[in-house]
């Protein structure tokens, strides 16, 4: 009997799993691919808040860059890369908002060096810019490195059984609670408010002998020079999908697209590529994560007491699945939001600290009832 199982060893599964080793719990990580097999295998992975005027998303992913920067430092030195990150604005609306953005930023801004802007485009050039300390962490060997004090088993997970104190798994394992953290994958608990949509992403590993001192944002992100090579990413393909789609990926054209947003920023001279990553984004139609407990639509629906046309729903009224929580629909920015996540997941699967309502996943529910 373990203390935690996690289905999913994307960043997500991987973070809550460390947080539970760290206090000497008994986790189990089952994934069906291999550590960073999905999504996160395939990311940058930029460590970078969100750059716009206003909002909760710009809110959380602050608190969490702030967070994650730390975290990764402090637990996983070897695994990032601290490098100034110079982003540009794409047109003079996003430029409006860096304005905004550097007037209000509690984050130390740098001055970009002359010999830096005199590499980049003319257009990039004359564009509106702010540079901050940033990161980059290498995302498969950070998920292998969070997941290490867990049992790792390769398994698809099908069955989910909640049984006298204990969720069966298969009827293979057996866990006293259950994370599920599965990214854009096909869903394990039909619940109809849980609704997910997979963005496909393409990015590359190039060599190139032009160097580069800054990790460079606009059109797409292009990393610093490290062993060599440069990152340059991602696509956000909504067309494709692997689990749909009839057509295969065309890789070539993906290649195509990246090479040439890089270019309208930074000239990358004798390129070949080293490497292809690909992978699914998992985004909520909010924009904002799923952390926390899973509401039972069909046993809430049935409550009679529960009031579920108001305006202000209370969710601490909705039936949940006993000891079962999500971690889920962190978009573009699962390297960010996850260290953050996961500890706000596990305060409250261990000491019962309250998750904000505007990343539970019970907001879901409130609006697909109300409408019904
Ligand atoms: C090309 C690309 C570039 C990106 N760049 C960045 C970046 O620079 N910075 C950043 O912060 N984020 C970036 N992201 C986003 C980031 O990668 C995602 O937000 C993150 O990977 C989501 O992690 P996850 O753990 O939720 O999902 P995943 O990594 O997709 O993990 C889900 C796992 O669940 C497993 N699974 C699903 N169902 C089952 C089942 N039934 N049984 C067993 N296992 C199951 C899958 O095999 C998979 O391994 C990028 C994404 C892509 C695709």
């Known amino acids: 009997m373990y ?22 719990k008994k986790v189990l990580l089952l994934d069906m691919q291999k550590v960073a097999g ?9 460590i970078s808040p969100k750059f716009s005027k206003a909002g909760e998303l710009k809110e959380l992913l602050h608190h969490a860059f702030v967070y994650s920067m730390e975290y990764y430092n402090t637990h996983f030195p070897h695994l990032i890369q601290n490098k100034p990150l110079l982003h540009i604005a794409q047109n003079e609306k ?103 949509r ?4 393409h990015r590359i590993d190039v060599s190139t002998t032009t160097p580069n001192s800054h990790s460079l944002h606009q059109f797409v992100s292009i990393s610093a020079t490290h062993e060599g090579k440069i990152a340059i990413g991602a696509t956000h393909n909504l067309e494709y999908h692997p689990q749909t789609s009839k057509e295969p990926y065309n890789v070539q054209n993906g290649r195509e697209e990246l090479l040439n947003k890089a270019s309208q920023t930074l000239k990358l001279d004798n390129i070949k590529i080293e490497k292809d990553y690909m992978g699914l984004r998992s985004g909520s139609f909010d924009y904002m994560p799923l952390v926390g407990k899973l509401v039972m639509s069909k046993e809430t629906l049935q409550n009679k007491n529960i009031r579920l046309k108001t305006k202000k729903p209370n969710y601490e009224e909705y039936d949940y699945y006993p000891h079962l929580t999500m971690i889920n629909g962190s978009g573009g920015y699962g390297f960010v939001l996850a260290p953050y996540l996961a500890k706000l997941l596990t305060e409250h699967i261990l000491q019962g600290k309250a998750i904000s309502d505007r990343i539970s996943p019970a907001r879901f529910f409130a609006r697909y009832a109300k409408k019904l």
């Not at 203390?3 to 947080?19: F, K, R, T």
């Not at 290490?148 to 989910?160: Q, S």
């Not at 997979?198 to 992403?201: E, R």
Request: net charge neutral; proline share 3%.
């Open 198 to 201: 997979g963005v496909w992403g």
């Open 38 to 46: 999905g999504g996160s295998g395939a990311a940058g992975a930029f």
């Open 3 to 24: 203390d935690i199982a996690i289905v999913g060893a994307g960043i997500n599964g991987c973070s809550v799993a460390y947080e539970f080793t760290q206090v000497g």
């Open 94 to 196: 996003d430029a409006q908002s860096l304005r905004v953005y550097k007037q209000n930023s509690s984050l130390k801004l740098l001055t970009p060096p002359n010999s830096l802007l005199k590499k980049l485009s003319l257009k990039a050039q004359n564009q509106e810019n702010i540079s901050i300390n940033a990161g980059l962490v290498h995302a498969e060997l950070l998920c292998q490195a969070m997941a290490k004090g867990a049992t790792i088993r390769t398994h698809e997970v099908k069955n989910l059984i909640y049984e006298e104190e204990y969720w069966l798994i298969d009827e293979l394992y057996s866990a006293k609670e259950l994370v599920l953290a599965t990214g854009a994958y096909k869903k394990l608990m039909p619940e109809p408010y849980i609704q997910l």
